[in-house]
């Protein structure tokens, strides 16, 4: 039913901006959204099913034991819960109020603050920041340590771990003082090899999106780690009263990402990355010979492939990247694009990441930049470029 949208009244777009959750985050495969439609014909007990999406999930990433969550959000409420209260049913009951525990702080590093960290207060627990923001020193993690630490909460992500201590040398501090870490890899599939490296590294759990790359209900998580912590997180979840009981994976959820992860470990991997550079490379084609435009494509590599194709403007185009990329979300087809933030950010640049574009829809974002590029230098003033883009 394609046009289901248009029924309700709400325009589509191409997203080329990315796995981002207020686009929608994935596109499920047919044989995900088919597993659920098979899911919603028939009652089953959830403890039942999530029994079954723990060896499936334990298979793919070498952990002991996983579960479906309500998305990566939801796996870090559970998982700090879990370290909170453990399995004790009146600690359970307690949570968020941890007045009746001695542990209940959760180291992060500076470099990793960020929205997401909602989850862990949610939960109860109190955040400690450790680092300089660009920078962090062992010592600083060491002595912020203490007896009321519950966890190390790890964000894993290429960019903000150049602040951070890496995930080995964390994991390994926190051990020593009987520390368990909780790692946030919500976005980082692909690449395939991170559902099982940060258990390589020593992380007692780790979270990762079902709506982003495993390319599953965009409702769905994965939470996997140690045994006794994923049962503790069951049991502070749904369907059990408890904190966690709003972060609750329905039994179409569970089939769906037990599905979506199936398909994931007998993809193609390089046939997915190859299809996502040949459609940066179409537009790159299209776009590269305006005067004043740098047009570059931009992958990071294989520790996260993120295939970006990126503008920058000279300010003698008169080309305010900001407005360009609010102009391509009016167009028909809406295009979603980025201007890229954060320290590697060029000034007055936007980015277009194919990996959330379908086949073909290259060829009409090429044809709108370009109308939009051309128009703008026909009519060209040239303009202040800030220094910054950040802020925006
Ligand atoms: C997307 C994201 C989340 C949230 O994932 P959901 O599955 O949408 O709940 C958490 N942390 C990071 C770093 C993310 O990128």
């Known amino acids: 039913m394609a046009d289901i949208y248009e029924r309700i009244g709400v325009r589509r777009l191409i997203n080329a901006r990315g796995t981002h959750t207020r686009l929608g985050g994935t596109l499920m495969r047919p044989e995900v959204a088919e597993a659920m439609q098979a899911a919603a014909g028939a009652y089953v007990v959830l403890d039942e099913l999530q ?55 959760a180291i992060m ?22 680092g300089y923001g660009g920078s962090t020193l062992p010592y600083q993690l060491r ?3 203490n007896e009321r630490t519950a966890l190390v909460m790890y964000l894993m992500s290429p960019w903000a771990n150049q602040g ?37 590294e020593g992380a007692d759990l780790v979270t990762f999106s ?54 994931y470990l007998e993809r193609d991997h390089e046939a997915d990355i190859a299809g996502w550079r040949a459609q940066a490379e179409y537009m790159l084609e299209h776009l590269r010979d305006f005067p004043g435009v740098a047009a570059s494509y931009l992958h990071d590599g294989r520790e996260h492939p993120v295939p970006r194709v990126e503008l920058v403007f000279d300010a003698s185009t008169g080309i305010d990247a900001h407005q360009l990329v609010l102009a391509m979300e009016e167009h028909d087809p809406r295009i979603f694009l980025f201007e890229p933030t954060g320290p590697t950010a060029k000034v007055n640049s ?32 040239p303009i202040a470029v800030l220094s910054s883009s950040g802020g925006r």
């Open 350 to 381: 936007i980015c277009i990441n194919t990996q959330t574009m379908q086949p073909g829809e290259e060829e009409i974002v090429a044809r709108a930049l370009h109308a939009a590029i051309a128009e703008r230098l026909r009519r060209a003033e």
């Open 109 to 130: 590093h500076r470099a990793h603050r960020n929205g997401y960290d909602h989850a862990l207060r949610a939960a109860g627990a109190t955040v400690v920041d450790i």
């Open 210 to 263: 079902g709506g982003k790359g495993l390319m599953g209900p965009q409702s769905s998580g994965i939470l996997a780690g140690r045994a006794d912590l994923i049962r503790a997180a069951r049991l502070n979840g749904s369907p059990y009263h408890s904190v966690g009981r709003s972060a609750k994976a329905a039994k179409e959820d569970i089939v769906g990402l037990i599905v979506a992860l199936e398909n």
């Open 51 to 105: 029994d079954r999406a723990s060896e499936v999930i334990a298979r793919a990433t070498g952990l002991e034991a996983g579960m479906v969550t309500g998305g990566a959000e939801a796996g870090l409420l559970l998982g700090t819960a879990a370290i909170l209260a453990g399995t004790d049913p009146s600690k359970i009951a307690a949570l968020p109020d941890t007045s009746g525990l001695t542990r209940s702080e």
């Open 164 to 200: 951070a201590l890496s995930l080995p040398q964390t994991c390994e501090i926190a051990h020593e003082a009987g520390v368990p870490v909780l790692v946030d890899a919500a976005a980082m599939l692909p690449p395939a090899s991170n559902l099982t490296r940060f258990v390589a």
């Open 143 to 145: 002595s912020a340590l």
